[in-house]
């Protein structure tokens, strides 16, 4: 994967769940399609302040009508100039420089591609008595021209040997996708019973560094800013967006010819070209309308902020956020843009004893000692009481069940595993860490009405992780999705090219891990992944030098500082205006008073 590189040849909480009542909770659970698209006058008619932005998991529900003037992924995506684009390579030499499209294609190939000799390979490999059946359908398994399965080379034996000692975890997850099938059928399931065996094949096949944490579980992203939103000559420009949309989906059609096996392909970009076609209608009435800035304002402000990504896999990049953090002297504008510009933001510290503020660790290092209480004061009772004065309860005692252990009156492993064997542990990632996203997941459970939904996520994630990568100069390099529905999982990928987002997400490969031959084929990706992480990381080592410090703080990419940035310029207009409004009560009142 090495030649995916260089740039100068190539130009367990449900996410969205918390912050919405009970109430949303059950009405969303019903849902059997997408949420229908609020009109603009509705939400903004209501108050004079800004509408609040919506939580991620609501707005990707939202029904997409194009780039009408509604709230819609379509004009969430084109204001951050992204277009989604088929795996289908152009004959067009001009469009293939200018969009990246066919290297890209090249890329995503041979990332997914798979060899069937793998099989035969793994034979002979020890694995769990229990899967043993499992092992056997492997072995017995014929390509499926289904799979969309491609012929590679033979796989280098590093991966070989790789994927063999960790075969017992393949097989354990289709036994575990098979039985949640069968459960599902008679009492159904829901996204946290569906998300654990593709967990389990992204832990275990996912290590590009021994002993490092690189799969990160329920984080939360920050979200691209809406750059139409700080652009006046957006509206003109819009119009020569959608033409240049239209006419890469058009050459996308023209080079696929119908035959009983592309006719799917052949579906796919008919809808693409006609989804074009119509927002260039969408725009040029919109223009004619003279609404652009005003609904491009509406938008920017209901635009999702963050959203939590259920699984991504990360290279950590250690001592980078330092080196822009030391070109800035204030700790509390330190601190704002490390929470606005990293876009993973990493979990909070670990939590301290409420009662205490020590942590487990030294929880344990001091029990059976007395303690201060906060104000340095003993507590005082009334005389009267049974306890003493001078007694202090131990709360410690009557609530921590690891303090001690029953049997034979050992204190509780607590404190030896807070230092694990270095053999065993996987260190994780901290907050000084740059993380480099390699592959964004987004898990539903099996359930149609549901796919459009974990797209549209899918989208802001990946948007917003090569728009991340770009602040560092790193274009023309993938970031990869995996959408899944239940069993069945869709890779899908996004790049930068020449100031334009392309998200591949149509004829894209899809893996049903109930079948032990496309979850091998799923997990032979992943070691391919590891590698090109680490290379996209060597690659951000050689940009450190040509990073300004400053020039990041003065404009972060994310939506939460563009949310900011609003917050002070409105907050400056109101103090403005009630400067403007006192100086004009004064004048009023001294001309009476004369």
């Not at 793994?122 to 359908?137: K, M, P, Q």
């Not at 939103?229 to 050459?251: M, P, Q």
């Not at 204030?330 to 409420?354: R, T």
């Not at 410090?549 to 009630?578: C, H, I």
Request: with cysteine; charged share 25%.
């Amino acid at each position: 994967m090495s030649h995916l590189l260089p740039q100068e040849t190539r130009a367990t909480n449900v996410k969205g769940r918390g912050r919405r009542s009970r109430s949303s909770l059950n009405n969303s659970s019903k849902r059997t399609g997408p949420s229908p698209q609020p009109p603009l006058e509705i939400r903004t008619s209501t108050s004079s302040r800004a509408p609040s932005p919506y939580p991620n998991s609501q707005f990707a529900a939202l029904s997409d009508s194009g780039l009408k003037n509604g709230l819609t992924i379509s004009n969430w995506l084109f204001e951050r100039h992204a277009f989604t684009v088929g795996r289908i390579p152009v004959s067009s030499e001009e469009l293939a420089n200018k969009t990246g499209i066919n290297a890209m294609v090249e890329i995503y190939d041979e990332m997914t591609a798979f060899t069937d000799n793998i099989k035969t390979i793994l034979l002979n490999a020890a694995v769990d008595g229990f899967v043993s059946d499992i092992r056997t359908d492997l072995c017995g398994t014929k390509g499926d021209p289904n799979c969309q399965s491609s012929t590679i080379n033979a796989p280098s034996s590093e991966d070989v040997e790789f994927i063999s000692c960790r075969l017992s975890a393949l097989l354990h997850a289709v036994k575990g996708a098979r039985r949640c099938d069968d459960v599902a059928k008679l009492h159904g399931a829901n996204e946290a019973d569906r998300r654990h065996e593709w967990d389990a094949l992204l832990l275990n096949f996912f290590q590009p560094v021994l002993g490092q944490r690189d799969v990160l579980l329920e984080r939360q992203l920050n979200f691209a800013r809406n750059l139409a939103a700080n652009d006046s000559s957006f509206a003109i420009r819009a119009v020569k967006l959608t033409l240049e949309y239209r006419n890469l989906c058009l050459e996308q059609h023209d080079c696929v010819p119908l035959t009983a096996e592309t006719s799917g392909t052949w579906n796919q970009a008919i809808a693409a070209r006609d989804q074009a076609h119509q927002f260039s209608d969408d725009i040029q009435r919109r223009n004619l309308g003279g609404s652009s800035a005003e609904v491009i304002a509406c938008h920017s402000s209901m635009d999702p902020i963050t959203g939590i990504c259920d699984a991504i896999l990360v290279i950590p990049c250690s001592g980078v956020a330092n080196a822009m953090l030391r070109r800035i002297s204030n700790i509390d504008e330190q601190e704002m843009l490390m929470k606005s510009f990293m876009l993973v933001q990493g979990p909070k510290p670990e939590k301290l004893d409420a009662s205490t503020g020590e942590t487990p660790y030294q929880i344990a290092k001091t029990v059976g000692h007395s303690r201060r209480t906060t104000s340095g004061k003993s507590l005082k009772v009334r005389s009267s009481s049974r306890v003493s004065e001078s007694r202090k309860i131990d709360r410690n005692q009557l609530h921590n069940p690891f303090l001690y252990h029953p049997d034979g009156g050992h204190q509780a492993t607590q404190k030896k595993e807070t230092i694990p064997s270095k053999d065993t542990s996987c260190e994780e990632p901290s907050a000084q860490d740059l993380l480099l996203p390699v592959l964004l997941a987004e898990y539903k459970k099996r359930d149609e009405s549901a796919i459009s939904t974990a797209m549209n996520q899918m989208k802001t994630y990946l948007v917003s992780a090569v728009t991340f990568l770009s602040e560092f100069g790193i274009t023309d390099q993938p970031v990869f999705g995996l959408v899944v529905n239940g069993p069945l999982g869709a890779i899908t990928m996004a790049w930068k090219r020449n100031d334009r987002i392309y998200v591949m997400e149509r004829n894209v490969r899809h893996y049903d891990i109930r079948d032990p031959l496309q979850a091998l084929q799923f997990v032979s990706i992943l070691p391919r992944l590891a590698r090109y992480g680490l290379e996209l990381r060597r690659l951000l080592e050689k940009q450190l030098a040509a990073i300004d410090g400053n020039q990041l703080q003065s404009r972060p990419w994310s939506k939460l500082a563009q949310r900011q940035e609003d917050e002070r310029s409105a907050a400056a207009k109101r103090t403005e205006s009630e400067q403007a409004v006192a100086q004009a009560c004064r004048i009023e009142g001294g001309a009476e008073r004369k």
